[in-house]
Every structure is written in structure tokens, then in C-alpha cells.
């Protein structure tokens, strides 16, 4: 089958012009003016876009002149095809320094998950301190004008964007983000009504997030004391936030335990999934018999397609087999392809694409 791909061109300052992409011969379109080339200007057409490098750098220099439309598609082509080898991982990094220049919560709501997904990739590797140096080096700056306090006109737009920056921040080690959340918190243990809405959100999820052995103990404390289910649910979640391995296998002894309510169990493991993929996969295999009740009989398929999808170690996949083999029955395994297929490029992108980044980071970004 030829795809036919109707795309929008347009010059920075200049005109616009359009054109009917199908197949592989080449097409000339003249466009008016004299600037920057914006390819699927709009991004209205499902398709990415592979500058030139010439090409790239004009706009990366140009990033605040395009609209918010195509910053975003900018971003997520770039992103796509340095992850795929197709650009160099240093063409995608130069253009995420140019976010923090620009004001549009959408943008640098992109960019804190690109630089989480990066972040979840480089963990347990030799460069990941250094990536998150640079890391910071992006985000600080715009939290710095955001404030931790909503203002009198914050959109909702602004108060989701804040919590992004502070819990982002939090896990890349910010040391002013952690020392402040952690004084929030010992003001919100004392007196609970001096952390409202977004802001208990941001601070209990960076100190869930980093918790030790007694932040995990208090945490647990408030999830048993809740007085609704929806707060319940939110606590015994939070406990499954926690990066460090020790409280992690915690929580997942937790959930099987019959403490957490089956619902609220299930979301704990599906937390504990996103954070610890490799630990909770071998925690489901082992303890099977207690976690099927949590989500009713033949739930193997739905959780081995939704709860591991954040590894990248090759070696989870014949674990995950051996999984789908005890406890999914052959005509519902389909589902899992999917998802052993994504760890699979992620564990690809962690082993090639990685080294690449360190390189770039190590050359041009200063630590913070």
C-alpha cells in the first residue's frame, strides 16, 4: 500500500504552501519568503519530519518563534528519531535547552517527561548523575519563575505544570527542591490543613518518591489513619513511588498482605510496576497465588501487558515468558507482544542510543 500524506509547509516570517507526499520520488514545492522551513507546519498530518542538519539547527535557534503546535511536534520528532538512531542524540538534547526560554506549560510539560523517560532509562548507569545534573540545569530555571506559591491568576494549566517541575526536580536530586518539600512535610505532619490541593500533591509525592525506611514508615501511618477511600487509595499509591529497592519490596509484601483494600492493592502493585518493573515481575511470578485474587481469574494477560512496560533489561524478557507461560492462557497471549516488544527497544535504546547522550552531556552541559 503507498501512503498518500497531505503536508503543510511553511517559511518562518514567509509564506505557506502545500503538497500531497506518495511514495519515494522526490517533490519540489516553492514556497514564498525566505527563513526557517517548518515541515507539517500545524501538525496536522500523521507523519514524522527528518530535517536536514542545516535544517534543524535554523529552527532549534528559532525554537520560541514557532507556535506552540509546532514546538511540540518539533520536540517529539526529534525525539522519536534520536531515539530511533535516525538524528543525533546531541541534535535532540541542544533543542531541550531551548524550552526553558519559552513560557507555554504544554511545552515544558513535554519536556519534563522526555527528561523523565531519559532519566528512567539511565538509572543504575554510570552517567545517570550526570544526566541529571543537566537535568536540573533545564528545570530549575522554570520553577524558579513558577514559584512553589500558586498566584492570584495561575491557570490550571500553571498549577499542573508546577507540581510536574517540583516532583521532576525532587527525583533529579535538587538539593533546595528536596530540603524544601522536606520542610513542607514536617509542617504538613504537625498541622495537616498547611499543605491544600496541588501542593500536598507535589511535596508528598517527591518525599514518597525518595523516602527512606521512616518517611516509608509515616507515609504508611497516614495511609491506615485516612479517613476516606479516595485519600486511602492515594497514600497506599504513594508507597509504591518510593526508588529505593528496600522500601519497594516492602510495599509489594504490603499488597499481598490483605491490609490495603483488593482495589487499592491493585493500584499499589501497578505504582510499584511503573518504578520497579524487574523487581515486581519477579514478585508476581513468585507470589502469584496471592496476586491473581487482587485483580480476578485470568488477569495474568492484563498484567503482564501493563505493568512492566517501563523495563529496559533484555533480561526481564524470558522471566516475563515464563511468566506468560504459567499464568496466561495461549489465546489471550497476543496482547503481551506489545509490551515484551517496548522493553525490548527500551533496553535497545538504554545499550546504543545512551553512550551517545553521556558524550554529548559531558561536552557541552555545565553541572548544576
Not at 536540573?136 to 494549566?157: K, Q, Y
Request: with cysteine.
Amino acid at each position: 500500500a503507498r501512503w498518500h500524506a497531505p503536508v503543510k509547509l511553511a517559511v518562518l516570517g514567509g509564506g505557506q504552501a502545500r503538497a500531497v507526499i506518495a511514495g519515494a520520488a522526490p517533490q519540489r514545492v516553492t514556497i514564498p519568503g525566505c527563513g526557517p522551513l517548518v515541515i507539517n507546519a500545524g501538525q496536522g498530518s500523521y507523519l514524522r519530519v527528518r530535517y536536514s542538519d542545516a535544517g534543524l539547527a535554523a529552527l532549534t535557534g528559532r525554537f520560541t518563534q514557532l507556535s506552540v503546535d509546532d514546538r511540540l511536534g518539533l520536540l517529539a520528532d526529534t525525539q522519536a528519531l534520536a531515539l530511533a538512531g535516525q538524528l543525533p542524540m546531541g541534535a535532540w538534547l541542544e533543542l531541550m535547552r531551548q524550552v526553558p526560554a519559552q513560557q507555554d506549560p504544554l511545552v515544558i510539560r513535554m519536556l519534563i517527561d522526555q527528561l523523565t523517560d531519559l532519566d528512567n532509562l539511565q538509572a543504575g548507569r554510570p552517567a545517570h548523575a550526570a544526566f541529571r545534573a543537566f537535568a536540573r540545569g533545564l528545570l530549575a530555571p522554570i520553577l524558579a519563575r513558577v514559584g512553589w506559591e500558586a498566584g492570584a491568576h495561575d491557570s490550571g494549566d500553571a498549577a499542573t505544570l508546577r507540581v510536574e517541575l517540583i516532583v521532576a526536580l525532587g527525583t533529579f536530586d535538587d538539593d533546595a527542591v528536596v530540603a524544601e518539600a522536606g520542610r513542607r512535610f514536617q509542617r504538613f505532619l504537625a498541622d495537616p490543613a498547611s499543605l491544600q490541593g496541588d501542593a500536598r500533591e507535589a511535596v508528598l509525592t517527591v518525599v514518597a518518591i525518595r523516602a527512606d525506611a521512616h518517611d516509608w514508615d509515616t507515609l504508611h501511618a497516614l495511609a491506615k489513619a485516612a479517613t476516606t477511600e479516595l485519600e486511602k487509595a492515594k497514600y497506599y499509591e504513594w508507597l509504591g513511588y518510593a526508588h529505593d529497592d528496600a522500601q519497594a519490596r516492602r510495599a509489594l509484601a504490603l499488597a499481598v498482605s490483605g491490609e490495603p483494600p483488593v482495589t487499592i492493592a491493585g493500584r499499589l502493585l501497578r505504582s510499584l510496576g511503573i518504578t520497579h518493573p524487574a523487581l515486581t515481575l519477579d514478585f508476581v511470578s513468585e507470589h502469584w497465588a496471592a496476586v491473581e485474587p487482587l485483580f480476578g481469574e485470568g488477569a495474568g494477560a492484563t498484567i503482564a501487558a501493563r505493568f512492566f512496560d517501563t523495563g529496559a533489561e533484555c533480561a526481564m524478557l524470558p522471566r516475563l515468558d515464563a511468566f506468560v507461560a504459567a499464568h496466561v492462557p495461549a489465546a489471550t497471549r497476543e496482547r503481551i507482544v506489545k509490551n515484551a516488544a517496548l522493553i525490548r527497544y527500551r533496553a535497545g535504546v538504554r545499550e546504543q542510543r545512551l553512550p551517545q547522550a553521556d558524550q554529548w552531556i559531558a561536552a557541552h552541559a555545565a553541572p548544576r
